[in-house]
């Protein structure tokens, strides 16, 4: 990418602790717009942190963060959905008492008054995930692991994102689950042009779907390079590829 | 024995209607935010009182309890405001003790305004009783059940069918997923403190007519209030509203058919025995159909 597009995204020496304790330290990221790019780390490097920051429901204490080349560090978290911020949380974080309809039309709350738009972006998320068309007056909290992961994507798709934050999606699935929602985020990102910033652990999958990818070590990025280049680091393959 | 009966049943489901809508708001605030919010009592007593002084300056009665109620939200609101959201870090057990703290200052306002007097509104519409055999149900006992039932039918169909309602669950269930799907946490909160103390109001205005209130009127109705939402299992707003019944029938029984100087001792030996024996509620907690 040239100097003269402005990326969608980007995070300038962010830092972040929790108490005394820094789990972000100084982190420079950036995300074009169309990209879908990974974030590689160990348990507890600071990835969820980072996101959390992101989307705004975790202080900064140092950096910017700046939106299609405006700051954002200040903005509320709920405005920040507003202007196509959109959260798939680690774990889920189910509406569980809600019903599957309910717990997607909420994902809409910053458009509610939008009425076409819900319509249309309701309609959108049971073609990607057809099962919660069956499932829509269960309560999330039945629903299975795999399922509530399509139930916080289709939630997010539901507050229009210009940029989806994905938390770890493939935590805790099946292995023939996990290729299923990784076929999804790919469609999104190339066929929908969707831009995605994915936080995962299974950095495999992650790097094989992504164009580029950070590597983060307790709380500062380590290695930033190409998808197919991080695949192929040696030192990258040892840690986090399992072989 | 068949009349103290039928009449103990109309007293006791006049009486538990006003404890189902406190026990409502106790559960509406409890299952926003966890928190057990022993100021709810005052919000009857300053509906009440409220009440009470705008007609006594002359404003005509439906004004009046407009105001009155207006009053009560705005109160509730402020409640929210200044008291519990700056200790939004605050455990909640200490939050609750605030909400102990905002009862005594309340309470003590209203001493300083209203003074130690006894006061009460004059029935809505006239105090002829409509006789059922030998037992009597007058005009306001009416009004309590159906305003009562109304109130009820309407908070439960804005928590099924609104958004803001919906969202509201939302921030229940998950504060930070709540955020993160661009609903203001902070602004459903205070609109749940807005909401109980508007039903708190209402139960004051709407029991004024038919019992005394004071000052301190309010510290007994939050507490009876309060065994309404424990018996219907907290945080079950449906079942908060079948414990107040519940409870103003046992306590109207109990004090027909054995002494009247038994009838607060009575909500209170309940609310013990369920506390020991079955601490979810007779209804349920809150999960499987909370609304
Ligand atoms: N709520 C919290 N309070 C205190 N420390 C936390 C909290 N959440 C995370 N941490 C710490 O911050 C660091 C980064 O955590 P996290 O962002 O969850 O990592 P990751 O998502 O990469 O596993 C870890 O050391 C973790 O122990
Ligand atoms: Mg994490």
Not at chain 1, 91 to 107: H, K, P
Not at chain 1, 210 to 230: N, P, W
């Amino acid at each position: 990418m040239g100097d003269a597009v402005q990326p969608l995204l980007a995070l300038s020496s962010l830092s972040c602790h929790y108490g005394k304790t820094p789990a972000l330290r100084g982190v420079d990221i950036e995300v074009n717009e169309g990209e879908l790019v990974t974030i590689v780390g160990a348990n507890g490097a600071g990835k969820t942190t980072l996101l959390r920051a992101i989307s705004g429901v975790l202080p900064i204490h140092g950096g910017s963060i700046t939106f299609e080349g405006e700051s954002i560090t200040k903005m509320a978290a709920h405005h920040r959905c507003e202007v196509g911020i959109c959260h798939v949380p680690e774990g889920r974080l189910m509406f569980a008492d809600l019903t599957v309809a309910d717990n997607i039309y909420l994902g809409g709350y910053a458009h509610r008054r939008d009425k076409s738009w819900i319509k249309k972006g309701t309609e959108w998320v049971y073609e990607l995930f057809p099962i919660l068309q069956d499932k829509a007056q269960d309560r999330a909290g039945t629903l299975s692991g795999g399922q509530q992961q399509m139930v916080a994507i289709g939630r997010a798709l539901m507050g229009r994102p210009r940029l989806l934050l994905l938390d770890e999606p493939s935590m805790g699935l099946a292995p023939l689950l996990v290729a299923d929602i990784f076929r999804v985020i790919r469609q999104l990102n190339q066929e929908e042009g969707l831009t995605c910033l994915m936080v995962e652990q299974n950095a495999k999958a992650a790097l094989k779907i992504a164009q580029r990818g950070y590597v983060l070590e307790t709380g500062g990025v380590t290695l930033s390079a190409s998808a197919s280049d991080l695949l192929a680091n040696e030192e990258i393959r040892k840690a986090y590829l399992g072989h | 024995m068949g009349e103290v009966f039928l009449q103990s049943l109309i007293t006791g489901v006049t009486v538990g209607s006003a404890y189902a809508l406190v026990g409502l708001g106790f559960a509406i605030i409890f299952n926003a935010s966890d928190v057990v919010n022993f100021a709810q009592g005052e919000f009857v007593m300053i509906g009440a009182m409220s009440a009470v002084s705008l007609l006594a300056v002359g404003l005509p009665f439906v004004v009046a309890i407009g105001f009155a109620l207006l009053i009560t939200v705005a109160i509730g609101m402020m409640l929210e405001k200044f008291a519990i959201e700056p200790a939004k870090s605050a455990t909640v057990v200490s939050t609750i003790i605030i909400t102990i703290g905002a009862s005594i200052f309340l309470r003590g306002a209203a001493l300083l305004i209203w003074g130690k007097n006894f006061h009460s509104l004059p029935a809505f519409s006239g105090e002829i009783p409509i006789h059922l055999g030998s037992a009597t149900l007058t005009p306001q006992s009416l009004w309590v059940m159906g305003v009562t039932a109304l109130m009820v039918l309407l908070v439960r169909s804005f928590f099924k069918r609104t958004v803001t309602g919906k969202a509201i669950l939302a921030c229940s269930a998950n504060p930070m997923a709540a955020s993160l799907m661009g609903i203001p946490v902070r602004r459903m909160m205070l609109f749940s403190y807005g909401l109980s103390a508007f039903l708190g109001g209402v139960a004051g205005v709407l029991i004024a007519p038919i019992a005394f209130t004071s000052y301190d009127a309010g510290m007994m109705l939050g507490l009876k209030g309060f065994a309404a939402a424990i018996l219907g299992g907290l945080g079950n707003p449906m079942g908060a509203v079948a414990g107040g019944v519940v409870l103003g029938v046992l306590e109207s029984l109990g004090a027909g058919l054995i002494s009247s100087g038994y009838k607060d001792a009575i909500a209170f030996i309940i609310l013990l025995l369920v506390l020991f024996f079955k601490p979810q509620g007779l209804f349920g907690r809150a999960g499987s159909d909370r609304v």
